[in-house]
């Protein structure tokens, strides 16, 4: 075979598969219980609403645009429409600034691309939305710790990225019931977010992936709506936006979109016009046509299903962990992360519930960049029914019980 190391490109030495991932395909079996995933249930697709969209595109006037080339920014109606959406929650902006991407992945990939160069700084927190990681990787970046709310000086974040051969770009962070933590970064982290960001003169990617999923508590202004309003309008901003229909209509389409000033738009499009030339012409329409006649009832539905199974797994996790065990308690989004007592490992219990247990969840150690956070576990709650949430969560309790008394055991041995 030939050996392609010597002349793949240096970038690609940083795109490889988790040893996680290889973990996760030993979990694919009929009786293990699986938390791992945190993809939408299929269950809740709109998939009458689509059946008629595509249905309606094929037997009128736009079946031909539908299947023909189209143009980088994306379908006009959609941008239109989602220009509407964004004013709602504050985002004041036109189609001008809205820009439509296969899937909000896409758009982070380009956002790598069009920030960072080898050696540059990304800053992100801690842990991360793993996709984000694996896209910006490929860029050759250095990661420093994000903290929204936190004390670190903007001169710390300079030095160090100066020492690392480059400068800080972006802060990238999901602020709303983020993936992995569940957690939100309340007004005042948003604030001294965007006055860092300030102070270093740098971008703020908003990763609004599950924005709209909030089940109870009061909404957070999304960050770009309060640089809009301290700014004094979207073509002073320095954050962008990332939106996804995949949470909240179905991700297979891979339609997302961005949202910021129009300098950042028109460097976007070029790249599209290189990648792809643009996102699927008919899932835009279908898109459009299903989110302009029904977004919020749909939205309404996702929520209320995912709000249940997130209260029964807040409740289950009560009942069966051990002490020791923390966790948090999301107010959105399909995830609650673990810390697991001081010094048990992640992966190592994962390993552990294939022989025993068999129960499946993600260690949290691939979501940090600096690959710390062994002790941490996510667990996500979107494709459970509540008998599986129970079971599971009984399981799980015992798993971590176990291996407290393994370690315990290991540590008195050692002691002696
Ligand atoms: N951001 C976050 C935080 C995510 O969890 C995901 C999907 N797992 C994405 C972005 C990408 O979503 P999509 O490309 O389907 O819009």
């Known amino acids: 075979m030939l050996d392609w190391e010597h002349i793949f490109a240096t970038r690609s030495s940083r795109m490889k598969a988790s040893e996680i991932r290889e973990l996760l395909k030993l979990l694919e079996q009929p009786d293990i219980i699986s938390f791992a995933g945190g993809i939408p249930d299929p269950a809740l697709f709109p998939d009458e609403e689509f059946k008629q969209a595509y249905s309606d ?70 842990p991360t939305y793993l996709g984000a990681l694996s896209a910006f990787n490929a860029y050759e970046p250095n990661y420093d710790q994000l903290n929204p709310g936190g004390n670190r000086t903007p001169a710390t974040y300079r030095d160090n990225a100066a020492k690392l051969g480059g400068s800080v770009k972006f ?120 989110a302009s006649r029904g977004f919020d009832k749909q939205v309404a539905k996702v929520k209320a299903a995912y709000s249940a199974r997130r209260d029964a797994m807040l409740a289950a996790l009560e009942k069966y962990m051990p002490e020791g065990t923390r966790w948090t308690k999301p107010e959105g989004g399909m995830f609650i992360w673990l810390t697991l007592p001081e010094g048990m490992d992640g992966a190592a219990l994962l390993a552990k519930s294939i022989a025993t247990e068999k129960v499946a969840f993600v260690p949290g150690r691939a979501f940090y960049a600096d690959g710390s956070g062994a002790n941490t576990l996510r667990i996500s709650f979107s494709c459970a029914n509540e008998a599986m949430i129970e079971e599971g969560m009984k399981r799980l309790g015992r798993l971590i019980a176990a291996a407290q008394v393994n370690e315990l055991t290991n540590e008195t041995i050692a002691a002696i």
């Open 171 to 290: 802060a990238y962070l999901s602020a709303d019931f983020s993936n992995p933590t569940g957690e939100t970064v309340d007004l005042e982290g948003r604030k001294k977010l965007l006055e860092l960001a300030d102070e270093l003169d740098i971008a703020v990617i908003e990763d609004a992936a599950y924005q709209s999923l909030r089940y109870d508590g009061e909404p957070v202004p999304p960050i770009m709506s309060l640089d809009i309003a301290r700014s004094g309008g979207i073509e002073k901003t320095r954050t962008i936006y990332c939106g996804s229909f995949s949470k909240t209509l179905a991700p297979g389409l891979r339609v997302g979109w961005i949202v910021a000033s129009t300098p950042v738009i028109r460097k976007l499009v070029l790249m599209k016009q290189a990648a792809d030339l643009h996102s699927s012409t008919i899932n835009q329409l279908a898109i459009e046509h299903v």
């Open 57 to 126: 595109i094929f037997s009128g006037p736009q079946v031909n645009a539908a299947l023909q080339y189209s143009v980088s920014e994306g379908y006009k109606p959609l941008r239109d429409w989602l220009a509407g959406e964004m004013g709602k929650i504050g985002i004041e902006c036109t189609a001008e600034n809205v820009f439509i991407v296969s899937g909000s992945q896409q758009g982070l990939d380009y956002l790598g691309k069009l920030f960072l160069s080898p050696k540059d700084t990304a800053l992100v927190t801690w």
